[in-house]
């Protein structure tokens, strides 16, 4: 099975505490919520999974530390019932404390795994919605919603399922509401913003 490119650069700030996220193996893993600014101002809140002894080599963190975060966007089932369905967060190959301006560059690439939807918005926006399928190693995969704009659209949308596609773009997080029982929550969906497509299709570890 081939492998596919899944490399993001994220730098903000700490949006909250960490707070253990699961034990793997013996090894606690902590999840980091990052704020990261785009250029418009908006922000996006996105999941950072960690290592306790990564952050064990840091200094103490808090809500409104810097954060730098080298790693790859991974997913997962959400059965609980509770939340969205699919869970994306980045798992964190590095931290860092750097100081800087805010960053999310994310290299991916991977295939098609369903058809993808072509569709205007109220505001007569193009968009195209897909699911970007991207292996692993040791022959897991994750699953990535994508979405593209304008004449990327067009391109994306004139794919097929088990067509081969690279980009760079940006993982964002968008707040929606769903109603449940006859009440209105409000949720957050993360997915994939793609800036330009590539060539590159080399995975880096």
């Known amino acids: 099975m081939q492998t596919n490119n ?3 650069f994220l730098r903000g700030r700490l949006a909250a505490s ?8 013996g090894v606690e893993y902590l999840m980091l919520p990052l704020a990261v600014c785009r250029l418009s101002g908006a922000e996006d809140r996105l999941h950072v999974v960690a290592a306790r002894e990564q952050l064990d080599a840091l200094l103490p963190l808090a809500a409104g530390s810097p ?3 080298l790693g790859e966007v991974r997913t997962f089932n959400n059965r609980s019932g509770v939340g969205s369905k699919l869970v994306v967060s980045v798992f964190a190959r590095e931290l860092s404390q750097e100081e800087g301006e805010d960053e999310n560059r994310l290299e991916l690439s991977g295939t098609l795994c369903k058809p993808p939807v072509l569709r205007t918005t109220p505001l007569g926006r193009t968009i195209c919605d897909m699911i970007l399928a991207a292996n692993r190693r040791y022959g897991r995969a994750d699953y990535l919603p994508c ?3 304008g004449s990327l659209a067009y391109r994306c949308g004139a794919m097929e399922v088990g067509d081969r596609l690279a980009l760079e773009g940006r993982l964002q997080s968008r707040v929606y509401t769903k109603e449940v029982d006859g009440r209105t929550e409000e949720r957050t969906a993360f ?3 793609v800036m330009s497509l590539t060539d590159g299709d080399t995975y880096a570890p």
């Open 67 to 69: 954060l730098t975060v």
């Open 147 to 149: 979405i593209a704009w």
């Open 191 to 193: 997915e994939v913003s």
């Open 6 to 8: 899944n490399r993001i």
């Open 18 to 25: 960490p707070t253990l996220s699961h034990v793997n193996h």
